[in-house]
């Protein structure tokens, strides 16, 4: 059969902000740009976030970019790349400004500037009082900035294939990337793009566990689609549990609430983050709060006729206060546990949230594979940014408010080293065949019309046997358990069948797709969760509670062939001032 | 609890049809919690759906002969105690169906971006925010944080008729947020771009945009505040 090809420059697989903004660069730049996403742009999953995004504006209180890059090594438990930290944090004010030129609603200060709060995990002067980082947009800011994103995006003219499902990477013998097979869910036709780069801004994949903040989309395509491409994931095993989910549901409260003045108390009524953190209390970083929390309930002290979850207070705050910089968790708490914070503490409880590990890239996007010689190489026409990505800006443990953040910084520089890239590369390079069969061949193992196991059924066992087996807390035997478990759920995908093999908007066959990128993708994290000994950030082992520096201060690198463990250094040498060297996390 | 759904493949059904559907649901449980176990049943039923929680707009359709979003219409809202009773679905009206509850939503979208969707400024300062007092922050409360699920725009009769040459609610929400925020220069522009007897005038002020928004917001009165700086703008 022949296959309809469209020819662009560069290819942006995912609409979220990451791969909005870098679009965004290149359309301004008259590059010519695709963006492919499995939904309507504005349906990608930024659109969820909340609290804000993080610059040192100093609106507030005094405050400076070296400060924020301190807050995040110090969060990331020392595992973030020092380089790709300070590149972020001296970029984040010219970004957010950018953001504000470019339509965005941000609240605002009396005095006309741009509206910031607390955040968890921040200081002023390196470790001293708590400060104000977090611009914000009440509490709708991700969903501000994606809307802002994608119309400024419209204004540059960038085209869109809206509602297509990326299938794999299409490389050429010497692993040049050359653009991707895609699929129309409309019409259930694949489509070749082909393109001098190819950028993957797929987002996360929260979807792997059972209760979870995450957008049923949050599948990990693009991490899927580098690991079969050869390409490993990085630092798999750091996944971020955010403290306050609703209890049972896993929607998200902002971290936010605790910014504006809201507190967490247990079944006794005590404000009981000033036992865990006595300087930062309900604002320490999201792991040592999480923590927190399971221990309350485990030890319990958890609330309701269960005693399964704590509750976040903020009646307190005042209906000015919530009605203003907090409409929307008020809106969400009234749809779905019927309470109005106004009156009320929302019962909550910790909750699968963010990917802190990735597709590895250097500061620039490209994505990076580990060479012969103990060094890495850029694989040449692939880029990556964003939650599937990992640069390493968050470490083991990534800080409230640097995730809208990253994915506006590495989207604009994954978006200006490709248009260099490109004026040094002004021809496509031939396509493939073998790589475009081979990745046809994904398409067509689900027409098989025999009886077969259901991808409901598969997914379900998938994200339960990820829930009991890589959670908050983990040991050596509940790891090695998982690692079988979900090596079984691989095994088993063999037979999993399609009963709807109709073409036209079939959503079933999205979904099967989307789920092998999740069995790959949660292997993965097992693997790498079992391979570290040691505590760091939101790896929490039993048997190792300790952080090893001599150890273990290094990235893991995780390949899908033979199931292999690799790792790197940690980039410690930042691009201009001092190394921050390991120090004890307190908060 | 019984689920009547509007079905229709264009590869195998000459025309729509709707079907039965029994599950088993709960009192604390959505539409689509109610849809997720009809496609364990019967998974070829399709629908869009995505963050669960109201903000990403996937998931309109008609529910019992009202606009909503699944992940947020709760079972007793709409049938109380009465779980025995029937709820019916159908795909957003008006607009062409691609499948079961999926409905091409093109014309929606080109009406969107038709009303220059994003902030015009002139000589802005590249080094600092524009400064937006909080009153004028204010004004554009209510206006920006529309999801863009469709619901309002197909369920306006206007729409329905002249879905080509009325931007609809949507739109014109949109245009308000920007005719309305301070940042913006290009107020005369885009009420020029409204003039005629469709784009705008074409709202009748039925309201169901208003009474069907899920976010809360009054597209109408939006729509009315246009007309109002239209008069100025002319004059």
Redesign the interface.
């Given at each position: 059969m022949t296959i309809p090809i469209r020819k662009f420059d560069s290819l942006v697989i995912g609409a979220g902000g990451g791969g909005l903004r870098a679009a965004l660069q290149l359309a301004k730049a008259d590059a010519k740009v695709a963006v492919v996403s499995k939904?309507?742009p504005?349906?990608?999953?930024t659109?969820?976030a909340q609290g804000g995004v993080n610059a040192a504006l100093a609106n507030v209180m005094p405050d400076n970019w070296h400060w924020h890059m301190y807050d995040t090594i110090k969060g990331s438990d020392y595992l973030a790349d020092q380089d790709a930290v300070e590149y972020m944090c001296r970029a984040a004010s010219?970004l957010?400004?950018e953001l504000?030129?470019?339509?965005v609603?941000?609240?605002?200060?009396?005095?006309?500037?741009?509206y910031q709060r607390p955040f968890g995990g921040q200081s002023q002067n390196f470790g001293g009082a708590q400060a104000a980082r977090t611009c914000a947009?009440a509490d709708?800011t991700g969903?501000?900035i994606l809307?802002?994103l994608y119309?400024?995006n419209?204004?540059a003219k960038t085209h869109f294939f809206d509602e297509f499902y990326a299938i794999d990477l299409i490389k050429d013998k010497e692993g040049v990337v050359l653009g991707a097979l895609v699929l129309e869910i409309?019409t259930g036709e694949p489509m070749i793009i082909e393109a001098k780069t190819t950028l993957l801004a797929t987002g996360g994949v929260g979807r792997i566990y059972r209760t979870n903040t995450n957008?049923?989309?949050n599948t990990g395509d693009g991490m899927g689609m580098a690991l079969r491409a050869g390409i490993p994931l990085q630092d798999m095993e750091f996944f971020q549990f955010h403290p306050t989910g609703i209890a049972g549901k896993g929607?998200?409260i902002t971290e936010g609430v605790r910014g504006e003045g809201g507190y967490l108390v247990n079944k006794d009524g005590e404000r009981f983050m000033e036992r865990y953190a006595p300087n930062a209390k309900d604002l320490a970083s999201r792991d040592v709060v999480s923590r927190a929390i399971y221990l309350e309930v485990k030890e319990g002290r958890g609330c309701g006729p269960n005693g399964d979850h704590v509750m976040l207070k903020l009646d307190h705050l005042g209906a000015d206060v919530i009605k203003s910089r907090l409409p929307?968790i008020r809106?969400?708490s009234r749809?779905?546990m019927n309470v109005d914070p106004i009156e009320e503490s929302i019962p909550i409880y910790p909750t699968a949230h963010y990917t802190m590990g990735g597709i590895p890239t250097n500061r620039f996007g490209q994505v990076v594979v580990p060479t012969d010689h103990a060094g890495e190489e850029p694989v040449t026409g692939l880029y990556a940014v964003g939650e599937c990505a990992c640069v390493s800006v968050h470490g083991a443990n990534r800080l409230g408010g640097n995730s809208l953040l990253d994915i506006v910084v590495f989207g604009r520089a994954a978006g200006n080293h490709i248009i260099d890239y490109l004026k040094n590369n002004r021809y496509h390079k031939p396509i493939c065949e073998e790589s475009v069969e081979n990745a046809m061949k994904r398409l067509s193992r689900w027409e098989d019309t025999s009886e077969g196991e259901?991808?409901?059924q598969l997914r379900a066992d998938l994200q339960r046997d990820m829930e009991e087996h890589c959670g908050v807390f983990r040991t050596k035997e509940i790891l090695e358990e998982g690692v079988k478990k979900i090596q079984a759920i691989k095994a088993r995908m063999v037979n999993a069948r399609?009963?709807?093999h109709?073409?036209?908007?079939?959503?079933?066959r999205v979904e099967a797709l989307e789920l092998e990128n999740l069995v790959e993708v949660a292997l993965a994290t097992v693997h790498s969760a079992c391979a570290r000994e040691e505590s760091r950030g939101a790896h929490s082992r039993v048997d190792f509670p300790d952080r090893d520096d001599q150890k273990w201060m290094k990235h893991s690198l995780f390949f899908m062939e033979e199931e292999r463990m690799d790792y790197k250094p940690v980039r410690t040498k930042p691009l201009t001032v001092d190394t921050f060297p390991p120090k004890a996390r307190v908060y | 609890m019984k689920f009547s759904i509007y079905r229709y493949n264009p590869e195998t059904d000459d025309k729509p049809y709707m079907k039965d559907y029994e599950v088993e649901v709960t009192k604390d449980m959505k539409v689509l919690g109610a849809l997720k176990k009809i496609k364990e049943q019967d998974p070829t039923l399709s629908y869009r759906s995505s963050c669960g929680e109201g903000v990403c707009g996937s998931d309109g359709m008609n529910i019992n002969g009202t606009n909503r979003l699944s992940c947020v219409t709760a079972l007793t809202d709409l049938v109380g105690d009465k779980l025995e009773s029937t709820i019916e679905i159908c795909p957003l009206p008006g607009m062409p169906v691609i499948r079961d509850l999926v409905v091409d939503l093109s014309q929606f979208y080109h009406q969107y971006r038709s009303v220059k969707p994003y902030l015009i400024a002139h000589d802005q300062e590249t080094e600092i925010e524009h400064l937006q007092t909080p009153e004028e922050r204010e004004k554009i409360d209510g206006l920006y944080e529309c999801i863009l699920c469709a619901c309002c725009s197909t369920s306006c009769p206007s729409f329905w008729w002249n879905p080509d040459k009325f931007r609809g609610p949507a739109a014109l929400l949109q245009a308000a947020r920007f005719l309305n925020d301070s940042r913006d220069d290009a107020t005369a522009e885009r009420l020029t771009d409204l003039e005629g007897p469709y784009r705008l005038f074409r709202c009748h002020s039925i309201m169901n945009c208003t009474n069907v928004c899920p976010k809360g917001l009054n597209p109408s009165k939006a729509i009315g505040d246009i007309k109002k700086m239209m008069v100025k703008h002319v004059i």
């Open positions: 939904v309507f504005t349906r990608s999953h659109v969820a010219h957010v400004y504000e030129h470019s339509g609603p941000f609240s605002r200060l009396d005095n006309g500037k741009i947009a709708r969903h501000a809307h802002s119309q400024q419209i204004s409309e957008a049923q989309i929607m998200l929307g809106d969400m749809t779905f259901s991808i409901d399609l009963k709807d109709s073409k036209v908007f079939n959503t079933a | -």
